[in-house]
């Protein structure tokens, strides 16, 4: 049974990965092909171009151009909920529900990586929900930036019985060396504006990795933490640290 072929309004959460074109998996192709209206996040980086969502989806997707329909949604707010943050979550579920209202059937949101991590997927969902009746609500998952990272840089994420923690560096380098202390493998997103801090923070517990920027894209770069010269880095970037590894299957 085709899982899209559904009658009732439906939104779908569909994660297009971290930025190569060719990490889309052929059920967000899928997805993505079969929704009449495709939102796509439209930043103060991205300006009058399009973003990184909407590269992927015109890149794996030639034929949604005409369904695309960019939303606004601010960046300059990187935590709590302020006004400029409730803006971009209300204007995009102002979109989804216009959409409806003309005649869609199914409406996907594409977001980078994957909606259910650190995406702004499950706030627009909520507001959906609440104004469109009978809504169904779907995530089809996406490649996460540390998988790629993991990935491009041959550094496995976990092997055996070794704990992975993903953290935030808005929540807080506290949070970042807490979890240096406690987790084997530590990976750090949105750390760019406090690149120095975070590194510090990283070579004080003694621990190396390597940082990756634009992962999967033309310009990407993978440098060793040790080597990072510069006190800050773009929003897409990811600090992976990995355990040293002494021996083939040490964790097992």
């Keep these: 049974m085709d899982s899209f072929a559904i009658s009732t309004p439906a939104l779908i959460g569909v994660g297009v990965g971290p ?3 060719e990490l889309l998996t ?3 192709q899928a997805a993505l092909d079969r929704a009449d209206v495709i939102l796509v996040p439209s930043t103060e980086a991205s300006g009058d171009d399009a973003g990184r969502a909407e590269q ?12 695309l329909r960019r939303v606004p949604f601010s960046m300059a707010q990187r935590r709590g909920v ?3 943050r409730r803006q971009s979550w209300e204007a995009s579920a102002q979109a989804a529900e216009a959409a409806f209202a003309g005649g869609a059937t199914t409406v996907a949101f594409a977001t980078v990586g994957d909606p259910s991590v650190y995406s702004t ?6 507001h959906v929900r609440a104004a469109v009746p009978g809504l169904t609500v779907s995530v089809v998952p996406g490649i996460t930036a540390m998988q790629a990272l993991a990935a491009a840089s041959l550094t496995p994420l976990v092997e055996g019985q070794e704990s992975l923690s993903l953290v935030p ?3 807080g ?4 060396r807490t979890a240096l202390e406690h987790a084997d493998t530590v990976v750090a997103y949105k750390g760019g504006r406090q690149l120095a801090a975070l590194l ?6 003694g621990r190396d990795g390597v940082l990756g920027v634009d992962v999967g894209l033309p310009g990407e770069t993978i440098t060793p933490l040790c080597d990072v010269d510069t006190d800050r880095a773009p929003y897409f970037s990811t600090v992976l640290v990995a355990p040293a590894r002494t021996e083939t299957g040490g964790r097992l």
Excluded at 56 to 67: E, F, H, I, Q, S
Excluded at 200 to 205: G, K, L, P, Q, T
């Design 19 to 21: 930025g190569d074109p």
């Design 26 to 28: 052929l059920k967000a």
């Design 56 to 67: 992927v989806v015109l890149a794996g997707c030639p034929g949604a151009a005409g369904k």
């Design 82 to 84: 302020g006004e400029k």
């Design 121 to 126: 997927f499950s706030y627009l969902a909520a």
């Design 169 to 171: 560096a808005t929540a």
């Design 173 to 176: 380098l506290e949070a970042v």
């Design 200 to 205: 510090a923070v990283v070579r004080d517990a």
